[in-house]
Nanobody, 119 residues
Framework: VQLQASGGGLVQAGGSLRLSCAAS????????MGWFRQVPGKEREFVAS????????IYADSAKGRFTISKHNAKNTVYLQMNGLKPEDTAVYYC?????????????WGQGTQVTVSS
């Protein structure tokens, strides 16, 4: 599975961005896709994930109420709609995919897309 993330950019605080992650290769209904982010000098942190088949979602506390993860099965694409952006959301955002029973760390990763939120 190869993942291609896009949609990052520069936005003012309070603004919105939608990230996209297109997957090539077979995605199974039991797979999970997720978004992570990383700031230089800090550990990568989980943002949100979605189970490919049923669409069950999980969010980090920092994302709840502001971010929405969704998917388009036919396009093999997962999205992250980010509203109410804050300067502390500035990071490189990565999409990832994992098989059931595996970890994201051992799964598939995209190249990252920069999100910068100005105050």
């Amino acid at each position: 599975v190869q993942l291609q993330a896009s949609g990052g950019g520069l936005v003012q605080a309070g603004g919105s961005l939608r990230l996209s992650c297109a997957a090539s290769g077979r995605i199974f209904s039991t797979d999970y896709m997720g978004w992570f982010r990383q700031v230089p000098g800090k550990e990568r942190e989980f943002v949100a994930s979605i189970e490919w088949g049923p669409g069950t979602t999980i969010y980090a506390d920092s994302a709840k109420g502001r971010f929405t993860i969704s998917k388009h099965n036919a396009k093999n694409t997962v999205y992250l709609q980010m509203n109410g952006l804050k300067p502390e959301d500035t990071a490189v955002y990565y999409c990832a995919a994992r098989r059931i029973g595996a970890s994201f760390e051992s799964g598939y990763w995209g190249q990252g897309t920069q999100v910068t939120v100005s105050s």
